[in-house]
């Protein structure tokens, strides 16, 4: 008899079972007389797996063998900056020391209070801020923040502003925040070389703009040259100027939001901080503002007093909390860590590395890439090849493939950022995989991939008949 | 190392001959070539930022951590500490998981994927409900959006949402901004002895209540004895029933679908998640009717072309990279490596140590206020209930000076009145009871 | 690439096809629609007894990876809802003229549905 995990783990045409799969155990819960609490306070039973220590990490790791990762191979996505993350800043956030509760007295806490506090600086100096939020756990929850600030100062200054003016190539949750901070958005539709349109952007703008949402490098890649008019036009109608963050990576201690004219902006720690994904987060999304917007912020702040120690404060005219204590903090401690290890040398060769990488990589595609000069990431396009079977076909070249049919105004896009941790051979592999995958068959591409954990995942199935659940799943499917 | 540029990135690995050919490549003489930022924009100053070597980085954070004094914590309200396995770390440590991005291209994700749709399913489980999201950033601003969800279920009629007094209050500044730019409403109901007081609640609820939100256990720490009733002034007005709770309490408190509940929101890093100064993992749980309007990312079973079974994100349309200003969330980035050590934590128990663990939250609170109780000076458990990990202790002298009386003999509690205090004990500081007991003794004498 | 544009039909631009018998409007979407938006996974329709606007959004269409808003071509009483599509999402991209129709109107003006675009017409715009 050949045991289950070997069977699993050596024959390709089974995948690890699911846990569920493995054992279910009903454990009942006592009645009064042996359980701590009355029946009618408790549930009948609960049924879940039951499983040694062993099993548990064999499941995990055959797990993690089916799974991507920066550490796999180049990690292209375009607009999520995929860098190595230190191995380090994984041993200093696990620091006992650092493991504190939330509401423990400032006093007690001095080193996590003088951790943010500095954090808070690096940040503002690096964006041109004048102060910083750590509070916001992830990027959209930083726009969230940023655009209730600029509510916060329209309402204070008796000005009910009614729009936010997003480009039509912004991420999605440019759109989403806008609309959730209760404001109606006003799409700019993009200029014929990309960027805003000064034309389409004066027809936008009136006294009822609340902020203009803006990522600079643009989501393909370019720099908004008009800038300082953009600002200036946003400004002179009485709005704020917001920075999405997450391009930042191109602008590593050569330009600064701050010198820009945006008035708030949030970084995405996860992007250009080199902070692990995780699969999908934890990231964190602190926020700065300039001076004028500065007691607004969230609460709490923390600053230094004379006497050189730490505490918290709320900001005079605070908008309150997005997040129920202050933020992701194993993810703020990594940020610090990184940026310390990298000083001004090191963030500055950072952008350099990351243009270089991604203009070299462009350099070497077969592919048109319809816009520039492009930065840290361009979109390339597949032309009359479907973007997403280009794709797919990557996959079966070892690495992973760019962002796909997004933005937009490039058809069939494949948004491309290698980031500055790959090397000249990485790249040019990266750019042979493209090729290839972008010369094959229509047949090849369609029925791509062959060489994965799964072949192409029906998407419409999973969709038209949701199984969310083990539950949910037949007991032969 | 010594061919890369001396003073870059230590994680940009470009040697000089590379750069040079890439640069060759490209035509140009040097990176800032490449750049198209116009001068008057341009940064040609100073962050003053250090580099540092790694050894000093980490000898930097770890005296500063240092600073922090080392005081036994007693201190839960929302933030919950459990002994995590180390099992935990070295799994969800890997590379394979933790540094990877979204599963946007599944066919090489499947075992984040299947990580989370376990997840899901064990809070399906634990629910009752059969719909689990794979998170939400934390209890807060989960509550936060099924409140969102409920004003949207309930658009033309119900636009508010009743929270018991005792709502935490970092809970209720992050609410109170969800719900500004959406129009609703934010009634508080009074409490009755540690729980919710029904008549107060009865009498606030109306043809305008979209929701009412409960918490078991409450943010005192007693169980609720009431839910089934709360739900009942949820549905007879139509609104939604949202319970807050914790994974924990879950394995052995009423199960929410069973007494009503629409949505369930909590923390579920009380699995998996050492303390960290409030990070969370929040929990979001509803009936298959609310599917569409759930909030964040969902995991699905599918199948691939070979017929296997395969996991995808799906029902991506209520999302905003493709629903935009119309999405039921502007979530993107959420807390799944949390949820990978949630679920292997929880996995490494089993439903024995679950429910065991859950059953000693309960005994532990109870005989630790019985001890405090009968120091002179105080009075615990405040509120005649039932608890789960924490009480609330009345004290004779001004809270604050015995909180501070407390850290001098080593020990953090919460002050929560001019004199009360709240304690949490866990499987993480119960060694500890006896001498926090002694040092409740000292300080009263 | 051509699409299916049935003579018997009239059509918005927006996509949507009509056909009446003169008591009822029929409502759906027109082949060139449902191969814009790839595998329809999801419909969402109005009850019987509503009411749709000529103009105005009457349900959704999504497939995997975008959402589309119906629009009514006519004002009226909706008397007939497509309830297979509820399990079968896939009829839209299969037969949209046929079995993945969406709606029936009794329209308060059924002539109005003669002043919508006729099949030249919409096939002229979607060339």
């Known amino acids: 008899m050949i045991h289950d995990q070997a069977r699993y783990t050596h024959d390709e045409t089974k995948r690890e079972p699911l846990l569920s799969e493995k054992d279910q155990t009903t454990v009942e819960i006592d009645d009064d007389d042996d359980g701590p609490l009355p029946a009618d306070l408790t549930r009948d039973s609960v049924t879940l797996p039951s499983l040694s220590e062993p099993e548990i990490a064999r499941h995990y790791t055959r797990l993690s063998q089916m799974n991507w990762s920066i550490e796999s191979g180049p990690y292209p996505l375009g607009s999520c900056t995929m860098k190595y993350n230190p191995k380090f800043t ?18 007690t806490v001095q080193g996590n209070l003088e951790l943010r506090y500095r954090l808070q600086e690096y940040l503002g100096t690096i964006g041109g801020m004048d102060a910083v939020t750590l509070q ?86 370019l720099f908004e040259r008009d800038i300082v008019e953009i600002a200036e036009m946003v400004h002179d109608a009485g709005g704020l100027l917001y920075y999405d963050g997450a391009n930042l990576n191109a602008l590593l201690g050569r330009a600064r939001p701050g010198d820009m004219g945006f008035d708030i902006m949030h970084y995405n720690v996860h992007k250009t901080f080199a902070t692990p994904h995780g699969g999908g987060g934890p990231g964190a999304g602190p926020v700065g503002v300039v001076s004028e917007l500065e007691s607004y912020l969230p609460t709490p702040q923390v600053k230094q007093t004379d ?125 042979e995989a493209f090729n290839r995958a972008y010369a094959d068959t229509d047949e090849a591409i369609e029925s791509a991939p062959s060489r994965t954990a799964a072949t192409r995942i029906d998407q419409a199935s999973a969709a038209r008949n949701p199984r969310l659940s083990w539950h949910a799943l037949e007991p032969d499917e | ?114 990580a989370l749709f376990e997840y899901q399913s064990m809070l399906v489980e634990l629910t009752g409900l059969p719909v689990a999201n794979c998170s939400m950033y934390d209890a807060a601003t989960a509550l936060a959006e099924a409140t969102l969800l409920a004003g949207r279920v309930r658009s033309t009629t119900g636009d508010t949402v009743l929270v018991p007094e005792t709502l935490r209050a970092g809970k209720r500044a992050v609410l109170e901004n969800y719900v500004d730019g959406s129009g609703m409403q934010i009634e508080t109901y009074g409490m009755d002895d540690g729980n919710a007081d029904l008549d107060s609640l009865r009498a606030i609820a109306g043809e305008e209540t979209a929701a009412v939100y409960a918490e078991n256990p409450t943010v005192r720490g007693t169980i609720e004895e009431s839910l089934s009733a709360i739900a009942d002034v949820a549905h007879d007005n139509e609104g939604l029933f949202v319970l807050g709770t914790d994974l924990l309490a879950l394995s052995l408190l009423s199960e929410p679908a ?41 995991v699905g079973a599918s199948e691939d072309a070979d017929d296997r079974r395969a996991y995808t994100l799906t029902l991506q349309t209520r999302e905003q990279h493709i629903r935009k200003e119309r999405a039921t969330s502007n979530i993107c980035t959420n807390q799944a490596w949390v949820a990978l050590r949630a679920a292997i934590h929880a996995a490494w128990l089993g439903p024995e140590g679950l429910v065991s663990l859950a059953e000693d939250s309960v005994r532990n609170a109870q005989s630790l206020a019985a001890e405090i109780d009968e120091i002179t000076g105080y009075k615990a458990p405040v509120h005649d209930r039932h608890h789960f990990r924490e009480f609330v202790v009345h004290t004779e ?49 | 690439m051509s699409f299916d544009v049935p003579e018997d039909k009239r059509y918005l631009e927006s996509h949507e096809w009509t ?43 999504e497939s995997i990876k975008a959402v589309s808003d119906l629009y009514s071509p006519v004002t009226g009483e909706v008397v007939a809802v497509n309830e297979a599509l509820f399990d079968e999402p896939e009829l839209v991209n299969d037969d949209p003229f046929g079995d993945g129709w969406m709606l029936e109107v009794d329209a308060d003006d059924p002539t109005g549905h003669d002043a919508l675009l006729s099949p030249d017409a919409y096939a002229a715009q979607i060339e």
């Not at chain 1, 994984?90 to 006093?107: G, K, L, T, Y």
């Not at chain 1, 991420?171 to 989403?176: D, L, P, R, V, W």
């Not at chain 1, 290890?341 to 890439?369: F, M, P």
Request: charged letters at 20%; proline letters at 5%; a negative charge.
């Open chain 2, 397 to 445: 002298q001004p809270a604050a000076a015995i909180a501070g009386e407390l850290a001098s003999e080593g020990f953090a509690v919460h002050v929560v009145g001019e004199h009360e205090l709240q304690v949490c004990i866990t499987d993480v500081n119960e060694s500890a009871a006896d001498e926090l007991v002694a040092a409740f003794e000292e300080v009263a004498a």
């Open chain 2, 258 to 298: 069973s007494v009503g509940a629409d949505v369930v929101v909590g923390e579920a890093d009380v699995l998996g998640l050492p303390t960290s100064n409030g990070m969370g993992l929040g929990i979001f749980a509803t009936k298959e009717t609310f599917l569409r309007q759930v909030p964040g990312r969902l």
């Open chain 1, 136 to 221: 916001p756990p992830a990027g959209a929850a930083g726009e969230f923040t940023g655009i209730l600030i600029a509510k916060a100062y329209h309402e204070h200054h008796g000005n009910d502003r009614s729009e936010v003016i997003i480009p039509a190539s912004a991420h999605g949750t440019n759109f989403a925040t806008a609309s959730m901070a209760g404001y109606d958005v006003v799409e700019l539709p993009p200029g014929d070389d990309g960027r805003v349109d000064l034309e389409a952007l004066e027809a936008a703008v009136s006294e009822d703009t609340a902020a203009l949402m803006l990522t600079n490098p643009n989501t393909i890649g």
């Open chain 2, 1 to 114: 190392m010594t061919a890369h540029i001396p003073d870059g990135s230590p994680f940009a690995p470009h040697t000089t001959a590379d750069t040079k050919s890439m640069l060759e490549a490209l035509e140009v003489d040097t990176e800032a070539d490449l750049f198209d930022i116009p001068a008057d924009v341009a940064f040609d100053g100073e962050l003053g930022i250090d580099a540092q070597s790694e050894r000093a980085v980490r000898t930097e954070l770890a005296e500063m951590f240092s600073q922090n004094d080392s005081l036994t914590e007693f201190m839960g309200r929302g933030h919950y500490s459990t002994y995590v396995p180390s099992i935990v770390d070295h799994l969800a440590d890997r590379a394979e998981f933790i540094t990877s991005y979204t599963q946007y291209q599944p066919e090489i994700t499947q075992g984040f994927l299947q």
């Open chain 3, 19 to 61: 056909s009446t018998d003169d008591e009822t409007v029929r409502v759906g979407i027109t082949d060139f629609a449902q191969d814009e938006l790839g595998d329809v996974v999801f419909v969402e329709l109005p009850s019987v007894g509503d009411t749709v606007t000529a103009g105005e959004t009457f349900g959704v269409v």
């Open chain 1, 307 to 431: 006497s050189g120690t730490y505490e918290e404060f709320e900001p005079e005219r605070s908008i309150g909390k997005v997040h129920g204590f202050t933020g992701n903090w194993l993810v703020l401690i990594k940020t610090y860590a990184y940026i310390a290890r990298l000083g001004d040398e090191g963030l500055l060769d950072a952008s350099a590395k990351a243009v270089l990488n991604a203009n070299y990589l462009a350099s070497q595609l077969d592919l048109e890439i319809p816009y520039g000069p492009f930065h840290h990431e361009f979109a390339a396009t597949s032309g009359d090849r479907d973007a997403a079977d280009v794709a797919k076909r990557m996959l079966d070249f070892g690495v992973h493939p760019p962002t796909t049919k997004w933005p937009e105004m490039v058809p069939e896009a494949m948004l491309t950022e290698p980031t500055e941790i790959e090397t000249k051979r990485s790249l040019d592999s990266l750019a």
């Open chain 1, 90 to 107: 994984e041993d200093v956030a696990a620091d006992p020391n650092a493991a504190i509760h939330p509401d423990r007295a400032a006093e």
